[in-house]
């Protein structure tokens, strides 16, 4: 499958922005779908994640600010974020995976990877 995000932006420090990624090609099969981070200088960690039932996971880092949702029909997932911090500053990128077992371990190793969004938050 084909990724592209979009949404990103710069906002201060407890603001929102909602990251969308777009999904074209094979969508016929059970994917595990999740956005991850990486901040310059360090690696890339996983921030949340969805499996194609919809049932989500997080990182602790954005527990209770972070939504990730999905919509099979329309090939679109998306990421809502609120309270944001200036740690969250980041590209973030979408990723696919075929895959029923929707864990970070396996989604580590997508099979697509979308180009990445830039977000920045300001103190």
């Known amino acids: 499958v084909q990724l592209v995000e979009s949404g990103g932006g710069s906002v201060p420090a407890g603001g929102s922005l909602r990251l969308s990624c777009t999904v074209s090609g094979d969508t016929d099969n059970p994917y595990c779908m999740g956005w991850f981070r990486q901040a310059p200088g360090q690696a890339r960690e996983g921030v949340a994640r969805i499996d194609s039932t919809g049932r989500a996971g997080y990182a602790d880092s954005v527990k209770g600010r972070f939504v990730i949702s999905r919509d099979n029909a329309k090939n679109t997932l998306d990421l809502q974020m609120t309270n944001l911090n200036p740690e969250d500053t980041a590209m973030y990128y979408c990723?696919?995976?075929?895959?029923?077992?929707?864990?970070?371990?396996?989604?580590?190793?997508?099979?697509?990877w979308g180009q990445g969004t830039q977000v920045v938050v300001s103190s």
């Open positions: 990723a696919a995976r075929k895959d029923v077992w929707c864990m970070w371990s396996r989604l580590r190793g997508a099979d697509s």
